[in-house]
């Protein structure tokens, strides 16, 4: 097994690819796959809130129904309401779950001149409802409505 920036490790034998920023940064050197955690339960998101270190929130996820997909949700904003209150461990919380959805903060003092949010964080709050539409949106769909969207939006782009 092989490491992974996001924690997971790849199947021996297949190559890891190294990218120029060691795969920490969203600068878009590397392509957009849909983050592992979605396909987790409410207990496998206690288990990792437990690798951080934050045994004690085991609870504060399992009985909020916090899944993976659920955590496209997960920051400074909500977590008081799921009963964490320490203030440094909603800083760690919130930028380790931005880390492993590989996702920057949609609400950190964003301006509407800024551009478009980054479009792993729009999927995921695309794909968080639970249903048979969101279940069947793949990244690769999602991608190519922004695509058309977007050169809807922008007639030079189209030209």
Not at 22 to 37: K, Q, V
Not at 59 to 86: A, E, H, M, W
């Amino acid at each position: 097994m092989v490491a992974r920036a996001d924690g997971g490790a790849e199947q021996a034998g297949m190559p890891e690819y190294e990218y120029p920023c060691g795969g920490e940064c969203r600068c878009g050197c590397h392509p957009l796959e849909e983050p592992r955690s979605q396909s987790w339960d409410e207990r496998h998101v206690a288990r990792w809130i437990t690798k951080l270190g934050f045994p004690q929130y085991q609870d504060c996820f399992i009985s909020n129904g916090i899944t993976g997909r659920k955590l496209i949700f997960v920051n400074g904003s909500t977590l008081p309401n799921i009963g964490i209150t320490d203030f440094e461990h909603i800083k760690v919380i919130s930028q380790a779950v931005q880390k492993l959805l590989d996702i920057s903060d949609p609400h950190s003092g964003r301006s509407i001149s800024y551009p478009r949010r980054d479009p792993m964080g729009l999927f995921l709050e695309r794909k968080a409802p639970s249903g048979p539409k969101a279940d069947a949106l793949t990244l690769e769909e999602f991608m190519k409505e922004m695509d058309a969207s977007l050169s809807h939006a922008d007639p030079q782009k189209s030209v």
